[in-house]
């Protein structure tokens, strides 16, 4: 009888694979705590307005140091970061921005608040990032710029993205809302000549809570990021001279000195996470029906911010991608299903923010227009899971867990059918 148990699905009934917690996240340790009282007792707990010497800025020094990049800046949160970059950029009303069909819906908010319309494109097999490929055919004469989102925390084709949008002379954000501490090439992707935006909500490797940041490629690029962040102060003007009309993305000194210590301990989890990462694609690969995320060889770091992984079509057919994440959480894992195409979400549909004009809020397509020119995007979000990166944080025995757990639940699929549907 417990031999039955065991094998049966623990949605079912059976014995879970697992009752012990995976290591749990946010992380901190005293580093965060000794921040917190260092700023506290600076007197100086607000967003920065010069160039200051405080926690915003020797985080934003370190964080671009860390990435290879000429500059950083801090800012509010990570949709922030990207509006703002599209800000730097000059995208307006009217403009549409090139960007993954597969993305969080941030990165289209973002360019809707700037009063542009978001325009999805497909995305690769292999890495679930924008395809450069389908890049010409999404351009029209009112394209301004590509977002190049590294989905997981895997860096997106960069080369080939950078070639095409230097001939049609457009400029390139990096979305690495997933990707603190990645590298291409074996260089920080701050070293890439373009804009790159984070996020340090809750969940990212790196968290403060809530905050986010860019990397900068260039003085001039900075000086105008830091106006437009700041209600229009440029870094070294008087505090009473305001060049732009702008809006306050400053982040707190608080949020700042936690993100320092998140920082110096980064490398180190990134380190555990490619092992166990490695590992985990090992015991997976004689389980039919799941394939993992692809590496491309020049992402030489991955922060595994999500570990994706998308149920085959021909052992299981049309299999509930859904009852497969119910039953993996019964197993004592926590997957979860992918997130729908930007364009299968109400969001995506809202029109230009106050104030834009009305013509504005026109869309590239109809839903099943998008949903037809990108057939990897549907089949991916139909059919993905995703583990978190603090799985990945654990020991060889949570990694062996996650796998036989997987391969239970797809080698009940035959026998135990209706928990799938």
Known sequence: AAGRRARALAVNGGTPV?????????YQDEAERRGLVRALESGAWGGRIGRGDGEAARFEAEFAAHHDAPAALTVTNGTHALQLALEVAGVGPGDEVLMP???????????????????????????????????????????AAVIAVHLGGHVADMDRIGAWAAGAGLPVIQDAAHAHGTRW?????????????????????MTAGEGGALLLPDPATFAEAFARHCLGRAPDASPAIFRTASSNYRLGEFAAAV??????????????????????????????????????????????????????????GAVSRDGVVRALRAEGIPAYAMFPPIYRLPAFWDGPPPGADPDDGRTAGTEEELAAACPVAERLAGRGIFLRHEVLLGDDRDIDDIACAIGKVLGALGSERSSFT
């Open 18 to 26: 697992r009752t012990r917690p995976f290591p749990s996240w946010p």
């Open 259 to 316: 993100l320092r210590a998140q920082l110096a301990r980064l490398p180190g989890q990134i380190r555990h996470r490619e092992l166990r990462r490695r590992r985990l694609d090992e015991l997976l690969a004689p389980i039919a029906g799941i394939t993992p995320q692809a590496r491309d060889p020049r992402c030489t770091v991955h922060s595994h911010y999500m570990t994706p992984l998308v149920l085959d079509p021909e052992p299981y």
């Open 185 to 205: 090439r074996g260089r920080g992707i701050g070293a890439l000549g373009s804009i790159a935006t984070f996020s340090f909500m809750q969940t990212k490797v």
């Open 101 to 143: 069909a597969l993305t969080p819906i941030p990165t289209a908010n973002a360019a809707r608040q700037c009063g542009a319309v978001p325009v999805p494109v497909d995305v690769e097999p292999g890495t679930y990032c924008i395809d450069p490929e389908q890049l010409d055919a999404a351009r029209t004469g009112r394209t």
